[in-house]
């Protein structure tokens, strides 16, 4: 029988199954360092921050295609960032909708970002920074919802679904300038019936659970646990054990300490417990691996790379901080990765250029077009290079084929220094 290695944790009043636990470390390796300020590839920290603000950026999340997504919170924008950790796309909000740049929790769409501002503040924005839906339960016209938690709240590109207490559930979206809002046997409608032909994918059964191409859409891991419990016909309250590693019990009530952090391409979950921990589930539900980290490097939640790299973010006064665990309890969906994302990283350079305003041209020659120019400092990515140097004056270099603005174009390898 396959070795039962879930229900990864039972939080208690002290947490002492937890502290208690040998959970073995991964040594995080640093792969990027950002300067404080107000330039395209900069991230601000504000010293005198608003009370309960973060200093500095406040969440990050990776896109289905790799990119990273920063909330550079006092630069009142979110930065979209290359494989080379190079900004590309800088997303401002609009002076309204500033509040969505301090969300805690980032999670990425091919058109729009979903934020969590706070247990009880939600909002969707698009790839151009305005702003799509915003749910705010403090208002008085939400009342009669039950207090949030905001593990209980999902989204699917422009929807926002709340449970409630009794079990019934709640979705949100615009229809022109009006906020809707369906509960219950409306929703079942909505999903159904997808009027707008933008729920492909999304169904939902007779207990209000949600699921995308039959798998769980939940945010909380007591439902996500018991989705598993049910599947197996597992008793609640029976523990498994194993070469002394325990499983416990699924959480008796939501905790605001354990967060859905991401998931990888091949469909593994990933959940942060109390800013130390995660927990790697596989899409059958059974425990890839648990592992304590150092908190000392994570300012935000961690985010998951599809490859199932995790990365931390870290700041102060003099840089903000990227670093990474590389998936190696998955390794063979890490490659799969790779290899499917075509033009992988893994088999590029890194390289970083050595003088100002140096031309990235249409082909490997002075008679090309100019695409633009890159400067001292930059980090590219060499994709490829010719076979023969050519000499221009009293310098003699190959080209280098790089990733510029979304394209790609060559320079000339006397100005690029490969790392």
């Known amino acids: ?18 502290v208690a636990e040998p ?9 990027a360092t950002f300067s404080i300020g107000k330039e395209r590839n900069e ?64 999670e990425v769409d091919t058109a729009t970002i979903f934020g969590m501002q706070s247990s009880n503040a939600y909002g969707i924005v698009n790839r151009q920074g305005e702003k799509v839906i915003e749910i705010d339960f403090h208002l008085d016209s939400m009342a009669e919802i039950r207090e949030k938690d905001a593990s209980n709240v999902v989204s699917y590109k422009r ?26 046997e409306e929703v079942q409608e909505l999903i159904k019936n997808d009027p707008r032909g933008d729920l492909a994918g ?9 699921f995308i191409e039959g798998r769980p859409l939940t945010r909380d891991y007591k439902t996500y646990i018991q989705y598993f419990l049910d599947t197996y016909n597992i008793e609640e309250d029976l523990q498994y054990r194993d070469d002394k590693r325990h499983i ?14 991401g998931e990888d391409s091949d469909g593994n979950w990933y959940w942060d417990v109390l800013r130390k921990y995660v927990f790697i589930f596989n899409k059958e539900g059974w425990v890839l691996d648990v592992f304590q980290y150092d908190d000392n490097i994570s300012s ?11 990365y931390f973010l870290d700041y102060d006064t003099e840089g903000v901080y990227l670093y990474r665990i590389e998936n190696v309890w998955d390794a063979e969906g890490r490659g799969a990765w790779y290899e499917s994302a075509g033009e992988s990283s893994l088999n590029y350079v890194d390289g970083v250029v050595n003088d100002d305003r140096v031309r990235v041209r249409t082909a490997p020659n002075l008679e ?23 000499k221009i004056g009293d310098m003699e270099a190959v080209w280098y084929r790089i990733g510029f603005e979304g394209k790609e174009g060559w320079v000339y390898g006397w100005f690029v220094d490969k790392k």
């Open 248 to 261: 416990f019990r699924p959480l008796k009530q939501t905790s605001g300490n354990l967060s859905l952090i």
């Open 43 to 106: 991230f601000m920290y504000k010293k005198n921050h608003d009370p309960g603000a973060n200093a500095g950026p406040s969440s990050m999340a990776f896109s289905k295609e790799g990119e990273l997504f920063i909330s550079d919170t006092w630069n009142y924008a979110i930065k979209g960032l290359n494989q080379l950790w190079s900004v590309e796309e800088v997303i401002g909000c609009k002076d309204e909708y500033y509040n969505f740049l301090e969300s805690y929790f980032l």
């Open 202 to 210: 999304l169904s939902i059964n007779e207990e209000n659970r949600l």
């Open 1 to 18: 029988m396959k070795r039962i290695y879930w229900m990864a944790l039972l939080l208690i009043t002290y947490l002492y199954p937890v």
């Open 23 to 31: 959970y073995h470390r991964y040594q995080e390796e640093e792969v």
């Open 159 to 184: 929807y926002i679904f709340q449970w409630l207490k009794d079990g019934g559930i709640v979705c949100f979206y615009k229809e022109g300038e009006e906020t809707k809002e369906v509960r219950n």
């Open 300 to 310: 935000t939640l961690p985010a998951v790379h599809p490859s199932g790299d995790i």
């Open 368 to 390: 090309s077009d100019t695409l633009g120019y890159v400067n001292r400092g930059d980090a590219v990515m060499i994709k490829d290079e010719t076979k023969e140097l050519m």
